[in-house]
């Protein structure tokens, strides 16, 4: 796995408008990228930003802004450039050449990020996943000086380039890793199906909006919290007690982000399962951000993508202790029905957020009764695996289950019990 180099490096950054990406835009990103950059180790010295119609394929950018740019590289000796969109393999070649130094675009910079963090095996196995993949069209720019024949008995033609060589055995590693993550995420099925039966919650949001806290603060536990992007990668989850003698399985999960890498996204399937395979969803908002709207349709995008943009959702506004306007939260309060205000932080309002989270879940999931013969084994557990079991009591030669199933489910289950299978499915 390719690590960050240690110590604090200095970058330069540059971000380009286009006619799709409007200057503020670009700047708002930029602003991320910055902590981005904090996040991996680098301090940023400056921001540079071209407005162009459209971009060079050669360079990205310009080629007075390529010698503007190798000239402040020289004159501070900045030994890093760092760009807030994806380079071609060719354009970061070029830029290497011109300004001899590193040159990074964001999709490397969080992938960096992701390698730093990864502390459990299925991280450190997805991360790499999602390097080799970003990295196995790049090796023209990796590898330049690998470019000598190997011949020998037995080698058709010239023989294999060096070049040729990484990239199979890259592939073969990348089969190898693949092989693996579909290992874990069969256990995690597994795993899954042994928490059938009560209520699973996911916490969802964009990076560092304070979800891992919010799952400490309620279940007395003790995931990492650190004031950075993606502070926590791997999916951590805890009881958590709403009142009511109703508990909730809660799920922590990785922060979204801008741009986020698709080989990043496609690497940690098994984790984001999670989400995927979750009753609720509790969306988390840090509502004291300026650009909260925008992360908000990011999230919702990622959702989309994953096949849980229907899922029932509860808008959980975090942070609201340092709003210095809080009228702004009587628009929100109209634009989202569904939604609570806290602060995770001090503890405001987590009552107030329990009592949201029973709603839904008693919106979403009715309270039924079957009662069916003793011998009825594979009835009475698909009727397990489809809600929690609240009670079960043997009389005879039949059981009696109360069981919490989706409201959804409802009808299909009863005809289920009825022994109707073909209207059932």
Same mark, same amino acid.
């Given at each position: ?90 354009? *970061?070649? +070029? /830029? ?6 590193? %040159?990074?675009? =964001?999709?490397?910079?969080? $992938? !960096? ?100 806290? *919010?799952? +400490? /603060? ?6 990492? %919290?650190?004031? =950075?992007?993606?502070?926590? $990668? !791997? ?191």
């Amino acid at each position: 796995m390719i690590e960050l180099a240690e110590g604090r490096e200095r970058c330069l950054l540059v971000g380009v408008p286009t006619r799709q990406n409007t200057r503020e835009a670009v700047e708002e990103s930029l602003a991320e990228l910055a902590l981005l950059a904090d996040t991996a180790g680098a301090d940023v010295l400056g921001t540079v930003i071209q407005d162009r119609d459209r971009i060079d394929p050669a360079l990205f950018i310009g080629k007075g802004k390529v010698e503007e740019i190798r000239q402040r590289v020289q004159q501070d000796r900045i030994p890093l450039v760092i760009f807030d969109d994806d380079l071609s393999p060719v354009q *970061l070649r +070029n /830029l290497e050449r011109e300004w001899e130094c590193k %040159v990074l675009d =964001r999709s490397g910079l969080i $992938l !960096d990020i992701f390698a730093a963090r990864a502390k459990s095996s299925e991280a450190k196995c997805q991360v790499e996943l999602a390097q080799l993949e970003y990295f196995l069209p790049r090796l023209t720019r990796q590898w330049t000086h690998l470019s000598k024949q190997l011949g020998g008995i037995g080698t058709k033609g010239p023989g294999e380039t060096q070049i040729e060589t990484d990239r199979r055995l890259i592939r073969t590693r990348i089969a190898h890793l693949k092989e693996r993550l579909t290992r874990i995420s069969q256990q995690r099925m597994t795993q899954r199906k042994g928490r059938s039966s009560h209520t699973r919650a996911s916490l969802v949001g964009y990076t560092n909006v304070g979800k891992s806290t *919010l799952l +400490n /603060l309620l279940s007395g536990s003790d995931v990492f %919290v650190e004031n =950075r992007l993606f502070a926590t $990668l !791997d999916p951590t989850t805890r009881y958590v007690p709403l009142g009511g003698g109703t508990d909730i399985l809660m799920t922590d999960t990785v922060g979204f982000i801008r741009k986020l890498p698709h080989h990043l996204v496609a690497s940690f399937k098994s984790t984001l399962e999670e989400i995927t395979e979750a009753d609720i969803l509790l969306h988390v908002v840090d509502v004291s951000s300026a650009t909260y709207d925008d992360q908000i349709r990011v999230v919702e995008e990622t959702l989309e993508d994953l096949g849980a943009g229907q899922k029932p959702t509860l808008m959980v506004f975090n942070k609201v202790d340092r709003l210095p306007d809080r009228s702004v939260l009587a628009r929100i309060g109209e634009q989202y029905p569904s939604r609570v205000f806290i602060s995770a932080t001090r503890g405001i309002n987590i009552s107030g957020f329990k009592e949201e989270v029973l709603r839904l879940v008693q919106q979403e999931f009715v309270v039924e009764q079957f009662t069916l013969p003793q011998t009825e084994q594979r009835v009475i557990s698909r009727l397990f695996d489809a809600g929690e079991v609240l009670e079960k009591v043997y009389e005879d030669n039949s059981v009696t289950l109360r069981i919490r199933i989706p409201r959804k489910e409802r009808e299909r289950l009863h005809q289920l019990a009825a022994g109707r299978p073909s209207s059932a499915r």
